[in-house]
């Protein structure tokens, strides 16, 4: 009797290979975000790649690259503000083109011989599972024939069981990271993984959504009352104030040590900072990255208008794991938000309104993010 051929349930190389791919070149330009901001980040992305690439995080720094390659290369000469930008920004990002195309080709085929051996190490797992099984069923033919059957037996089911504990995929070893010390996990924390339990995901959507799995970040639990007191001059007589959240990546997380106030300007509901120049070098003058914005609602609750949506977009298309941090004093709610993955990002990246406007909503575009996110104490330590 021939035992059913094992089913294959995990992408071959070259599949995987694409999938980052269309990954990373899935950015999209929002035309709402100035054609020179995206010229100034085009540093920040180079240096978190390479930080990646430094830390062995092939796939990440692959997807980054691309982001990069698809941005400067193809995407943004469609922004009508694409002619605007001063020269010298558009050589440098040029210069940079140049010296990651060679590195992200390099990257594709180590990745590719990863994959392969991955893959081949999965198929002989497969075929000696398929022998250990034919092996059991023989064995048991010769106890059956010295036993009398009992009806009904042969169809009790089977579980297979496939021993891929011998296929190490990167990052799916990191999910007991250390914890800083002196830090409190509200219920927003990392949920802890029961290995008692089956996972939901197939293997492969588990191969998949590692690159979609949002890193750690750190935000010190004071950086929200010392924004609100900075604000306060502000807020008091109904004007919005707005922050930038700039901070390190170390140890696969980020940790926010810096809370800028820049030159700015504000209604009762919009801010903008004037001096975008002067805070793109600082941010990469200090080597940090910018992990989100926090603003205030002076007299309107907690929520992302419009035009916050946008700036958002413009922060989450560079870094996954940016958040927005929007403080309603009146109402005493903080919520720290992002857009959805899958529905929120591409729309507003595609969205070409600008203003207050709407947006369609038969999804959600935002959500506060209660994943991932650390709040810590740190007594001594001040946010610059
Ligand atoms: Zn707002
Ligand atoms: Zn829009």
Known sequence: MESEHPKVNIPDAKERIKYLTNYGS????????????????????????NLYLEEGNLEHAYVLYIKFMTLFLEKIRRHPGFKTVPSHLKELIMSRLKTILPIAEKLKQQLMEQYTLEYKRYLDELKREEKRKEKEKADEMVINSTKPVVKGEENIPTVPIVGLDSITYPEMADENRKRPENSILPSCSKPTVNRTTKPKLSLEDSIYSQYKTLRLIVVP?????????????????????????????????????HLIIPKQTGTSDTCSATNEEELSEFINDNNLFSLGWIHTHPTQTAFLSAIDLHTQYSYQRLFDESIAIVCAPRYNENEIYTLTQDYGLPLIGNCMQSGFHTHPNEKPIYKVRRINILIIIIPKKQLK
């Open 26 to 49: 899935s950015i999209e330009v929002d035309f709402n975000v100035p054609a020179v901001r995206y010229f100034r980040s085009g540093q920040e992305m180079i240096r978190m790649a």
């Open 221 to 257: 639990a004071k950086t929200i009352g010392e924004f609100l007191r900075i604000a306060n001059r502000n807020t008091l007589v109904n004007k919005e104030t707005c922050g930038i959240l700039a901070g390190i990546a170390k140890n696969n997380q980020f940790e926010i040590s």
